[in-house]
Structures are given as C-alpha cells and as structure tokens.
C-alpha cells in the first residue's frame, strides 16, 4: 500500500484565548498544560487525531507573551508564519470575551494574504443565543464566517471540525509499485544531518555550511544504491527570522514531524561531541509515536578521544535517554570522513526488511503459546487473562491483533514481554511493534 501523509492543522491566535484547551480537547488527552498564565511552557505541540473518517495532526502554536504590546505583535507573527508554512489548514482562534482586538486584525491580515485555508473560531461563547452579536463582530476580520464555541465547555466543536475537513487536501500517496525506501534524516541544528545525505547520495545536492539552518527546506533526494532505489528526506529545514531558542526548536520539530510521517524509516543523528540532549529524545519521541523505524546515528565520531570501552558508553548513555527506543539500531559514523557511511545502507536494507516482516498466523501463536508457559499471565479477583488467538494484520510497524477474555488484565508489562518474546524469535530488529488488544465478543479495543 502507498503511503498517505496526514493533512496538517495549526491552532493559531493571541496568547490565552485558550488554544492550549482546545488542543487538549481535540486530542483527547492532557497534553499541553493549562494555565491562566499567558505562555506557560507546554510538554508537546503537536497530537494525532481522527474526527469521523479523518486523520489529521494537531499543532499548537502557543507562545510566550512578550511585556511590549509590539514585541506582542512580532511574536504572533513568527508563530502564524510558522503555522502558514507548514499547515494544510489554519485554525485562528479569537477570544469572544474580549472582543476584537488590533493583534487580531493583523494576524487576519497575514492569514488571508496566505491563501491557506482559515477558519475562524470564537471561543469562549458559553451561550451561543446571548453571545450571537459577540461572534458576529468577527466578520469584521474579512476572513470568513466565525465558528463560536467553548473550548472549557466543548460546545460547538462539531460544527468547527466538519468545516475544518472540508479543506483537507486529497490524500496523496505514493504509486502501488514503488519499490522506493523512504528515509528522513532528522536531529538538531547543525549535527551534519545535510553532510551526511550529501554523502549518502555521492554529489552535493544539499548546500552545507557551518551556519545552523542553512537549509531552506526539507528536500527529498532520490538515489540508486546496488540496484535499490532510496528516497532522503533532508530536514535541516531551519529557515528562520527569529533569534529565540523556543521559536527554533518548535520549527524545527514541526519540520520533522512532517518529514518522519512521510518517511518508512528515521535516521535520527546525534552530535558524538554533544553527547544525547533531551531535544534529541524529542526528536526521537515523534518516530517513536508515529511507528516508524528508527536507526540512530552518531556522528562526528572521529572527533571524540576513544579508548576500548568508548562505544559501549556512549551505546549505554543513547539507550538510556532514549529508553523508549530499545528496538533502534545504533550506528557510530563520521560524515567528513565518510567512516562507516556506506554501513547505512546496509542497516536501512536490514531495518526495511524487518519493518515488512510478515509472520505466518500459525507460527505466531505456537511461539504465543510457548511464552504463556513461560511466564503465567496476569490474574485478578480469581480471573486470568486468556490470549486466544493472534494473527499479524500489517507491516510498518509490524502489527498483531490478539483476541483475549480481557483486555484490561492485559497489563502493559505483559505485553512488554510478549513483545520480547516476539522479537527474540523473530528478531524485528530497528522497528516498533504494535500490539492490538481486544476482547473476544466485546467490541473493547486496547493499543
């Protein structure tokens, strides 16, 4: 089957008319973190969400609320021009209690002179018949019908989402017959991540300079390698007005999740000088929770002082950060050098291979069977979990349906162990599995 890119949708407006609420809610989980604080520093941007047939990616675009009102203004704007870059659809969200303000007025501008799509959400309409005059005064704005809702109260949201639909882009996909492998090579600034491609395809189709950022946008570059065709996905994407830290990381990880859902397999590239940063396990969390395969590559490692035991360190500082990734292939190159570059193609072909692994239904449940004897499975109030039947229902990531009595003794540390199970068996090196429960005659589902 081809691969499908979701369609991207940026929640954008003034600090605190409660984009991080609504975010929260369409996302169904606590993500970002509420406050009556404008610009209060969140954990994620960005979620996954479904709204009847549809998928889409949610990216919130709040930000740090500046004292002056024109550092106010410079601000919005970075952020509504991030969000005109990289969305399909742009949710403008405008605060119903306080009214129409200038900051609105401008950013309406910037939208409009876009020519994305926009729609225009009221929020804070607790009483759609008393506040009726509160939302019309948004028409104002020369941007379309406003949307009135309340976020706190999630009324309203219906309607918002089905106008929002409308504008997705057909799906694109790429031809049933493409044999090609794609690969994204995402990581921070300035960690050789164009070098390395450079390389990789022989010729420099991708400008490098010292400069972090210097690439204007993600490039995919097509290359024959041993008869096999590889498409790269280049992220370096840091195309930025603005000197703030937080504005660059956010970019830089809105970049990157377009790139990874587009791509079979992440090459996540970590400096060897720098060591593993807890922006690197951001970067790797956005692969990690689309299932994709990932390989970690350390690069510049001929710049490090090494002894017998170096590579075993730095192996235990990567697994350690990036726990959740035990599955991901690690890899110690030098893209000046060109050391163990050529290496990479191998691991890609290896982490392909594992990542479209189809295991015969039969097989699957002896080696499920075996390990039930193993290790007993949960049990509570008298009742044990029973794991039925399983059957393998697809590829990237490798993913099983069981059917059991219940999906709730199902407890996360006993999937972990069939996961091992399964891996040890058949090996599924470099990619995530997916474990689908649910209940025989029950229509409970658990991820």
Same mark, same amino acid.
């Given at each position: 089957m081809g691969r499908k890119s979701k369609p991207v949708v940026a929640i954008v407006g003034r600090p605190n008319v409660g984009k991080s609420t609504l975010f929260n809610?369409?996302?169904?989980?606590?993500?970002?973190?509420?406050?009556?604080?404008?610009?209060?520093t969140r954990d994620r941007i960005y979620a996954d969400c479904t709204w009847l047939n549809y998928e889409f990616t949610l990216i919130d675009t709040g930000g740090i609320e500046p004292r002056t009102r024109d550092v106010i203004l410079a601000q919005m704007r970075e952020q509504a021009q991030i969000a005109i870059d990289m969305a399909d659809v742009i949710l403008f969200m405008v605060d119903g209690r306080q009214g129409m303000q200038d900051a609105d007025s401008q950013v309406a501008d910037m939208l409009r002179?876009?020519?994305?799509?926009?729609?225009?959400?009221?929020?804070?309409?607790?009483?759609?018949?008393?506040q009726q005059s509160d939302i019309y005064e948004f028409y104002n704005l020369g941007i379309g019908e406003p949307f009135g809702i309340s976020s706190v109260n999630q009324t309203g949201i219906g309607d918002l989402l089905d106008e929002v639909v409308k504008h997705f882009p057909a799906p694109t996909?790429?031809?049933?017959?493409?044999d090609s492998t794609s690969i994204a090579v995402v990581g921070k600034p300035n960690v050789g991540k164009s070098s390395i491609v450079n390389r990789l395809i022989g010729e420099n189709r991708v400008i490098v300079s010292e400069i972090a950022g210097t690439t204007r946008d993600a490039v995919d570059t097509e290359v024959m390698h041993d008869g096999r065709k590889y498409t790269f996905i280049d992220t370096a994407g840091l195309r930025r007005r603005s000197k703030v830290k937080e504005d660059l990381e956010y970019y830089m990880l809105?970049?990157?999740?377009?790139?990874?859902?587009r791509a079979d397999i992440t090459i996540l590239v970590i400096d060897a000088?720098?060591?593993?940063?807890?922006?690197?396990?951001?970067?790797?969390?956005?692969?990690?929770?689309r299932g994709k395969a990932v390989i970690i590559a350390v690069n510049k490692w001929d710049l490090v002082e090494k002894d017998d035991h170096s590579t075993d360190r730095f192996t235990e500082k990567v697994r350690s950060t990036l726990s959740f990734?035990?599955?991901?292939?690690?890899?110690?190159?030098?893209?000046?050098t060109g050391q163990r570059l050529v290496k990479l193609y191998d691991l890609i072909d290896m982490v392909s291979a594992n990542q479209n692994m189809r295991i015969q239904t039969g097989v699957l449940n002896e080696i499920i069977s075996e390990a039930v004897t193993i290790q007993q499975p949960p049990a509570d109030k008298g009742k044990m979990l029973?794991? #039925?039947?399983?059957?393998?229902?697809?590829?990237?990531?490798? *993913? +099983?349906?069981?059917?059991?009595?219940?999906?709730? @003794?199902?407890h996360f540390s #006993?999937?972990?162990?069939?996961?091992?199970?399964?891996?040890? *068996? +058949?090996?599924?090196?470099?990619?995530?599995?997916? @474990?689908?429960?649910?209940?025989r005659g029950g229509d409970q589902e658990k991820v």
């Open positions: 809610m369409l996302a169904g989980r606590k993500i970002s973190i509420v406050e009556d604080t404008p610009g209060v002179r876009s020519r994305k799509p926009v729609v225009l959400v009221v929020n804070k309409i607790d009483s759609y018949h008393k996909e790429q031809p049933e017959d493409d809105l970049r990157t999740i377009g790139a990874v859902e000088s720098e060591g593993v940063s807890e922006q690197d396990a951001k970067i790797a969390g956005i692969a990690h929770d990734l035990p599955y991901a292939e690690i890899i110690f190159i030098s893209a000046q029973k794991i #039925y039947y399983s059957t393998q229902t697809g590829v990237k990531p490798p *993913t +099983f349906v069981m059917f059991v009595n219940d999906a709730e @003794l199902f #006993y999937q972990r162990f069939i996961e091992n199970r399964l891996r040890d *068996t +058949f090996g599924f090196r470099g990619t995530p599995l997916k @474990l689908i429960i649910r209940e």
